[in-house]
């Protein structure tokens, strides 16, 4: 008989591990030298790092922040002894201009307004963004906020925005009304039409009614005073908010067994992605005049709103086409098998897993139309890349270009960086395991 | 196959069949394009009975049983669930889909919701239960399948069988009249198997009409009252379980009994 039998009597200790494999050390060993060629690599790489900083910290370094013209600037830095025609940034027109990249012309003493709509807005998105920390009562006012918002920034009678809420009220009555008594699609088709109604006849005597019993009301702001930051935000804002809820109806839509409502939503969608955002800018800008009544005074910006919301739809709707598709066909039929109507399944169901998995398409598509909104100043609104061009024209900033576009860039992408961690925030909060 | 799993001894006094109707089905056939896939099927099913219904891959099972409750339409014939004939009606077929409760091979549950949540789903926004009363109906029956600790979990966190066992609550929880299983274990490992087999037993032995397609011949010997074989989209042989698997008729059964129980 051989010996192979073999029972431990005594169980190992755990150790400690050998000291470069943890710590700094161990980290730097395993990331940066882990061979010859990871060396390299990590050398070649930190040079680059330090050749890039190395002209541009002394160029950001620059005592110009009180300068009054880029000559002036020049003259602070010849004094230093600081030549050549990267001696240095001239960030006197940011110190003088700042307000005006983010406010554009609008009244100074109304800034307070923005500033407000924008504070309220992060109210408005707190219980929609951060569901589980914030009170589900401030729902409510997310629910009300797209009324005021337009109010906040444009002004005027307190009406219109009341009346503007009151033709959703009628619409959501009559679709009750009618998807109780007969089908929901009627309901919605009945819904759909008091309401367009009530916005497009009735509301303007209700406002005209109400305002002469009791005028109250803010100054009015004209469209063509606003500019900058704010006039970036404000498309954004909407465009990102009207797109989603459309893109899932197209989306939907591009789904459905009605044949004429598929290829509808499939034309309507194939359309727009077909075409270059600025000649649908175009379009809002110069040819819509055309079809239009002469005389009508359709707002400009609330024309580039239409045409962005439109745009960032279509990309919408296919993105969530593609969550839709990557869905299990077991989860329609287990939806089905419960006895969940279309609707309930759709919201209760598809939609909450779709939407999660299409999360990072989402979020840069909406990055993209943040970013797409500075084409507005092609058609001559004032966006910070069209103010920067006015800015330019000053003869006193004339010659201008890093110091501004700089400035610009580093807002925009504050922004678009803040959605971009929300999004994996979302993605790690929703994650439940594998299914 | 996986042997008989359960040894216990079956308690069949409540296992009666009644002469009520659950389910009636006349000369349904159906096509998935030009391919006849279900041909001239006729079934009647009474209250309390559990049928298992057997058959090759391909045959069918699949979607005759998912014709009953409307996943599939049919292009001829008649099916009577519950008295109520299936129709293109959508309140007819939701009301149905209520009625009966479906389990299926890969489980289907909601992997973005809790296993609660998973349980009262349907019943509040279905039946319109109190949020309260369908969380503790849910409760109940999460512990007849033998998991309340999992409660709070979500799908992707338990095993397959216990996966397949909160399915079965799930279904559970809209108070069907009839339970419909399409091959319930077989993404199972065996030793899941038996705990799903454990449930399903104990739904039978409480009298619930049941329909499952299954490969378990111990649980077909067990349990069913009737065993039916399918073969190319028909109903070949149908029979107790002592005649079906000691005394098979057709050539076909033979052959597929030998098949599946013969090593
Ligand atoms: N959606 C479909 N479109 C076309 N043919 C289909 C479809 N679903 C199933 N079939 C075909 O119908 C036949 C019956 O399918 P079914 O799923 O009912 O079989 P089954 O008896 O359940 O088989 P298994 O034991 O493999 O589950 C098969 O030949 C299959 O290829
Ligand atoms: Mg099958």
Known sequence: ?435 | MSQLSVEREIDRSKMQVSDEVAIEINNMNKWYGAFHVLRDINLTVNRGERIVIAGPSGSGKSTLIRCINALEEHQQGKIVVDGTELSNDLKNIDKIRSEVGMVFQHFNLFPHLSILENCTLAPIWVRKTPRKEAEERAMHFLEKVKIPEQADKYPGQLSGGQQQRVAIARSLCMMPRIMLFDEPTSALDPEMIKEVLDTMIELAEEGMTMLCVTHEMGFARQVANRVIFMDAGQIVEQNEPEEFFNNPKSERTKLFLSQILGH
């Open chain 1, 1 to 435: 008989m051989s010996d192979i039998g073999y029972v431990r009597t005594e169980m190992l200790p755990e150790q400690e591990p050998p000291v470069s494999e943890v710590g700094a050390i161990g980290w730097v060993r395993h990331n940066l030298f882990s061979n010859w060629f990871n060396s390299l690599l990590t050398v070649l790489s930190l040079y680059f790092i330090f050749k890039v900083l190395a002209g541009l910290v002394p160029w950001v370094i620059s005592p110009t922040w009180d300068s009054g013209s880029l000559a002036e600037c020049r003259e602070i830095l010849h004094a230093l002894g600081r030549e050549g025609h990267y001696a240095g940034a001239c960030w006197g027109v940011i110190h003088e201009r700042w307000i005006q990249l983010i406010f554009g012309f609008y009244p100074e003493h109304l800034y307070w307004r923005p500033i407000a709509a924008f504070v309220l807005l992060g109210v408005a998105l707190a219980p929609v963004l951060f569901s589980d920390k914030v009170p589900s009562k401030l729902l409510i006012f997310s629910a009300l906020y797209p009324f005021i918002f337009p109010w906040l920034l444009w002004g005027g009678t307190i009406w219109a925005p009341v009346a503007a809420l009151l033709g959703f009220v009628l619409g959501w009555a009559a679709f009750n009304a009618v998807s109780k008594a007969m089908s929901t699609l009627l309901g919605f088709i009945a819904g759909a039409l008091v309401a367009l109604i009530w916005w497009l006849v009735l509301s303007s005597y209700f406002v005209g009614a109400m305002d002469s019993i009791a005028a109250i009301g803010i100054e009015p702001v004209e469209s063509r005073k606003f500019g900058g930051f704010m006039l970036s935000i404000t498309i954004g804002v909407v465009a990102i908010a009207c797109s989603l809820p459309l893109g899932i109806v197209l989306a939907l839509g591009r789904q459905s067994d009605l044949l004429i409502v598929k290829y509808i939503c499939v034309g309507f969608i194939e359309f727009i992605r077909g075409v270059p955002l600025i000649t649908l800018l175009f379009v809002a800008s110069t040819l819509l005049n055309l079809f239009l009544p002469p005389g009508t005074n359709f707002d400009i910006i609330l024309r580039v709103l239409i045409m962005v919301t439109l745009f960032a739809a279509a990309y919408m709707a296919e993105v969530i086409r593609g969550g839709l598709a990557a869905l299990p066909r077991g989860q329609y039929e287990g939806a089905d098998s419960l006895g969940l109507n279309y609707w309930q399944s759709q919201r209760l169901i598809i939609m909450p897993q779709a939407l999660k998995i299409s999360i990072p398409g989402i979020v840069s598509t909406f990055i993209g139309v943040f970013k797409d909104t500075t084409l507005v100043s092609i058609i001559g609104l004032l966006d910070p890349l069209g103010l920067s061009n006015a800015i330019r024209a000053d003869a006193n900033w004339n010659g201008i270009v890093w110091e501004l576009y700089g400035f610009i860039a580093l807002l925009f992408f504050a922004f678009c960086f803040g959605m971009s961690r929300y999004s994996m925030y979302l993605e790690r909060k929703l994650h439940t395991g594998h299914r």
